[in-house]
């Protein structure tokens, strides 16, 4: 509240970087789900020990799903720095430049860290046919990005002191609104959806020491991901003027900075709410449902042949993929055990899973 002027200051950043967000049905219709209250409720639930197992797995589902949107498939180091990086995304300062500088570099290949903000106009574009370039989205000049950056951050700052602000909305306009300034040269996708991660946690929408693999959510239905960063792209697009030489790259003539200060971020929060609950209910409740009934049938198989856990594991995956049969080709690595043994882990194991879990194996589990 602004006392003199009876002024209620409902900006969601500051005079020189504030994105709206209308009070739209479908926002208002994804708050009426309490959406936290559910996903608190899944993790209460579950067994402690089901649960670590749990939060190892939707970590490094998160972060392969990042890097596959952006049609990568990282290495074990990179994606163990990635899944240390989301570890602490709720400490994370999101109000400090050297702390992006440090996880851009943790990030990306050594060969692309940068020290700073980028110094190059950068564009996302389609090479067509004649080898000529379909642009798609100009990024803020070069020249403007220390003073949009400085403005965002000021944002944030804002948004993790404001009780009353939604926690997803604050996200979708952190997140969003940092892709669309592209500070960096590489790692930008990446960082963005970090972000969305780092809010959640910050503001106590996710359930502390869990993650929503929201980036699967994206990577499953792509074309839904880029019409919401189409949105903003295709609405300023037409207010800048620029030249393009592939060998010495774009030059934008006009001051577009304007721009990309004050976007509608309502589409983009309607988007992310959908890729919330899409993966509460989908990532977060079908995994700890999967490693229930899992840990129970491995128990099943143990009380029939006591065998090392990693080959009873080994055992009840060939199981499930072959929906209930040890198929013939992986019946000769269980030689050790007999016919009648194989038979009964057969019964025992599919009984237990149409039992207690009669939904389809989630995907990328067997």
């Given at each position: 509240?602004?006392?003199?002027?009876?002024?209620?200051?409902?900006?969601?950043?500051?005079?020189?970087?504030?994105?709206?967000?209308?009070?739209?049905?479908?926002?208002?219709?994804?708050?009426?789900?309490?959406?936290?209250?559910?996903?608190?409720?899944?993790?209460?639930?579950?067994?402690?020990?089901?649960?670590?197992?749990?939060?190892?797995?939707?970590?490094?589902?998160?972060?392969?799903?990042?890097?596959?949107?952006?049609?990568?498939?990282?290495?074990?180091?990179?994606?163990?720095?990635?899944?240390?990086?989301?570890?602490?995304?709720?400490?994370?300062?999101?109000?400090?430049?050297?702390?992006?500088?440090?996880?851009?570099?943790?990030?990306?290949d050594?060969?692309?860290?940068?020290?700073?903000?980028?110094?190059v106009?950068?564009?996302?574009?389609?090479?067509?046919?004649?080898?000529?370039?379909?642009?798609?989205?100009?990024?803020?000049?070069?020249?403007?990005?220390?003073?949009?950056?400085?403005?965002?951050?000021?944002?944030?700052?804002?948004?993790?002191?404001?009780?009353?602000?939604?926690?997803?909305?604050?996200?979708?306009?952190?997140?969003?609104?940092?892709?669309?300034?592209?500070?960096?040269?590489?790692?930008?996708?990446?960082?963005?959806r970090?972000?969305?991660?780092?809010?959640?946690?910050k503001?106590?929408?996710?359930?502390?020491?869990?993650?929503?693999?929201?980036?699967?959510?994206?990577?499953?239905?792509?074309?839904?991901?880029?019409?919401?960063?189409?949105?903003?792209?295709?609405?300023?697009?037409?207010?800048?003027?620029?030249?393009?030489?592939?060998e010495?790259?774009?030059?934008?003539?006009?001051?577009?900075?304007?721009?990309?200060?004050?976007?509608?971020?309502?589409?983009?929060?309607?988007?992310?709410?959908?890729?919330?609950?899409?993966?509460?209910?989908?990532?977060?409740r079908?995994?700890?449902?999967?490693?229930?009934?899992?840990?129970?049938?491995?128990?099943?198989?143990?009380?029939?042949?006591?065998?090392?856990?990693?080959?009873?594991?080994?055992?009840?995956?060939?199981?499930?993929?072959?929906?209930?049969?040890?198929?013939?080709?992986?019946?000769?690595?269980?030689?050790?055990?007999?016919?009648?043994e194989?038979?009964?882990?057969?019964?025992?194991?599919?009984?237990?899973?149409?039992?207690?879990?009669?939904?389809?194996?989630?995907?990328?589990?067997?």
């Amino acid at each position: 509240m602004v006392r003199r002027q009876r002024i209620n200051d409902n900006l969601l950043g500051s005079g020189a970087y504030s994105p709206l967000v209308r009070r739209t049905d479908t926002l208002k219709a994804f708050v009426e789900k309490a959406l936290a209250e559910e996903a608190s409720a899944i993790v209460k639930s579950c067994d402690p020990a089901i649960l670590a197992h749990a939060v190892h797995y939707l970590f490094t589902q998160e972060t392969k799903s990042s890097f596959a949107i952006e049609g990568e498939a990282p290495s074990k180091d990179r994606t163990e720095r990635f899944v240390a990086a989301l570890m602490k995304a709720s400490v994370f300062d999101a109000t400090n430049k050297d702390a992006f500088v440090q996880l851009q570099n943790a990030i990306v290949d050594p060969r692309y860290a940068q020290k700073n903000w980028r110094t190059v106009q950068n564009f996302v574009s389609q090479t067509l046919p004649d080898y000529s370039e379909d642009v798609h989205f100009v990024c803020p000049k070069p020249g403007d990005v220390p003073d949009l950056m400085n403005a965002w951050m000021e944002m944030v700052r804002r948004l993790e002191l404001r009780e009353w602000i939604d926690p997803v909305v604050a996200a979708a306009v952190t997140a969003f609104g940092f892709v669309f300034i592209h500070p960096f040269d590489d790692g930008n996708g990446r960082i963005h959806r970090f972000l969305v991660h780092h809010i959640l946690a910050k503001l106590g929408f996710t359930p502390p020491g869990i993650l929503f693999p929201i980036s699967a959510a994206m990577l499953r239905d792509r074309r839904a991901y880029d019409q919401a960063l189409e949105r903003f792209s295709d609405s300023i697009l037409p207010f800048t003027r620029y030249d393009l030489d592939l060998e010495k790259g774009m030059v934008v003539h006009n001051d577009t900075a304007r721009l990309y200060r004050y976007f509608d971020a309502t589409t983009q929060a309607e988007y992310l709410y959908q890729c919330i609950e899409e993966t509460i209910h989908r990532d977060l409740r079908d995994e700890i449902g999967f490693l229930a009934v899992f840990d129970a049938a491995l128990r099943a198989v143990l009380n029939i042949v006591d065998m090392p856990n990693r080959r009873a594991s080994l055992l009840l995956r060939f199981i499930l993929q072959n929906k209930g049969r040890l198929s013939k080709g992986k019946r000769t690595s269980f030689s050790e055990i007999s016919d009648q043994e194989i038979d009964r882990i057969e019964k025992a194991v599919w009984g237990a899973w149409q039992d207690a879990h009669p939904a389809q194996i989630p995907e990328n589990r067997l």
